[in-house]
């Protein structure tokens, strides 16, 4: 897949025929870019591509993932694929809400379009809820089950649990999608049509969802993206306002969240650390388009943040990342893919790793050049539709908690992926003398979901967390602001 002439197209030596995850490929390079996809491409994938196989490769998931986040350019996107035949391809129950008018007048949209809208919407809370991932997944198939006859919820539930079965979810995603389908209409009808004040009313959803936290927080945030996407005046201050009260309520009755923990370090990995030498891998995983890359180094100022910041400059884009130390070492392995072509050698990430620890490469600047050459070279097909690159559909958001030992916490930070991020928040920490123990790293989809544990000692106070908190959100992707109504 290439950009080539203002388009997103294939290479001549593609074969669609034998990558039918080509299809998704496409789609999250030109929603990533917001360039069209060549009309040469669209006819090769239409003629030659077969339907993926279940289960789906995991990187055609987290393609799709990637288009559906992407917010408004999204839109031209699938509609392309759908005038072409390649939407049902990876989707063949679309069919029977494809042009479907709505039932009720208040809905804008026929069912297949609201049901892109409400993604859409969904795109701009990511970062409210800890699955991002499987929010724009329930928002693409909330209504799905319309068309077919019977109660939707039900319908759709069952045709969520056959596409995400087909799509190679985990049996625990599995039954969370499917749950967010059956249960969709369950807190906007609870919250306008029940006594809140009655404890039975509360009861009764914290009991229909089985007292699941993530489920209540999805269900809240595709609730109000499925109003945004009905039409006119259906979400407002006062439907807000009763959800808000209903989950809270729920809140209350359900058991808290768990804190994040840092992974387990590979015996293998442990047993190099502890020889004190730089280490340097790059493996093929067996999806056959991923990688690991693995970094074993003195644990030093800076490190991650060069490790991290070598791999987005050679266009590896960072799927998970486990961060953490042993024996005077950093144990840092990093799931990665890239973004066009073929990765680099281990060799060059090892010798370019020297050259930034040595000062020799200034990452942060070559990252900021490449960005900037990127955003300015995204001319999409409709203006109109497209959202300016250096905006983030949804707005970041870090939590903090508390951990066991003094001076420690672990800060979860939520917001869109960019270029070189983990570089740029590896930075920062370093920069304002906030040590990170470990770190967990999560891409989902166009998401990152990251928790980092932190050493505040000696910066422990209102003021430093205030700094910190100031200095990272300056280097993540903020929502576009929104612009002043004008007088008529």
């Known amino acids: ?224 993206a ?12 006062w439907k807000a306002s009763l959800m808000r009260e209903l989950v809270r309520r729920c809140r209350m009755m359900m058991a808290g969240e768990e ?36 970094f074993i180094a003195p644990d030093e100022r800076g490190v991650l943040s060069d490790e991290a910041g070598v791999l987005a400059l050679h266009g590896l884009r960072v799927l998970s990342a486990s961060i953490g130390s042993h024996a005077g070492s950093t144990v840092n392995t990093f799931v990665v893919v890239p973004r066009f072509g073929g990765p680099p050698e281990a060799s060059l990430l090892r010798q370019e790793l020297g050259r930034a620890r040595s000062g020799d490469l200034d990452l942060l600047s070559e990252l900021d050049a490449k960005d900037r050459a990127a955003r300015e070279g995204r001319t999409p097909e409709r203006a109109e539709h497209a959202v300016p690159g250096m905006y983030a559909q949804a707005p970041p958001r870090l939590i903090w908690f508390d951990a066991s030992e003094p001076g420690q916490v672990v800060l979860e930070l939520r917001a869109e992926d960019r270029l070189g991020l983990l570089c740029r928040l590896a930075d920062v920490f370093e920069r304002v003398g906030a040590d990170v123990l470990w770190a967990r790293v999560t891409t989902l989809g166009t998401t990152v979901v990251d928790a980092f544990g932190v050493d505040l000692t000696g910066l422990d106070t209102r003021a430093s967390r205030e700094r910190l908190e100031r200095e990272l959100l300056a280097v993540l992707p903020t929502a576009e602001p929104k612009k002043p109504a004008t007088e008529s």
């Open 1 to 224: 897949v290439v950009e080539h002439g203002g388009e997103v197209a294939l290479a001549r030596d593609a074969h669609p025929r034998r990558d039918p995850g080509l299809i998704t490929r496409v789609a999250a390079a030109a929603a990533q870019s917001g360039l069209p996809i060549s009309a040469a491409t669209l006819t090769r994938l239409a003629d030659n591509a077969p339907e993926l196989r279940e289960p789906w490769p995991r990187e055609a998931l987290n393609d799709l993932l990637v288009l559906l986040g992407s917010g408004r350019r999204a839109v031209d996107v699938i509609e392309s694929l759908d005038r072409t035949g390649l939407w049902g391809r990876l989707l063949p129950e679309w069919g029977a809400v494809r042009d479907l008018p709505p039932r009720d007048a208040i809905h804008t949209w026929t069912v297949d379009r609201h049901l892109v809208e409400t993604a859409v919407y969904a795109s701009e809370l990511t970062t409210r809820v800890a699955r991002p991932d499987l929010l724009v997944l329930g928002a693409l198939l909330h209504d799905i089950g319309k068309g077919r006859g019977g109660d939707h919820s039900v319908v759709g539930a069952e045709l969520a649990q056959q596409i995400g079965r087909r799509m190679g979810l985990w049996p625990s995603d599995l039954g969370m999608l499917t749950a967010m389908v059956r249960h969709h209409l369950l807190l906007p009808h609870t919250a306008t049509r029940r006594d809140l004040d009655d404890p039975e009313t509360v009861a009764s959803v914290v009991e229909a969802l089985d007292g699941d936290p993530v489920l209540l927080e999805l269900l809240h945030a595709l609730a109000e």
């Open 226 to 237: 499925d109003s945004q996407a009905t039409g006119p005046g259906v979400w407002g201050d």
């Open 259 to 294: 804190l994040p923990v840092p992974d387990p370090i590979d015996p293998e990995l442990a047993a190099l650390a502890a020889e004190g030498a730089t280490h340097v891998a790059l493996d093929p995983r067996e999806d056959g388009r991923s990688y690991e890359a693995t």
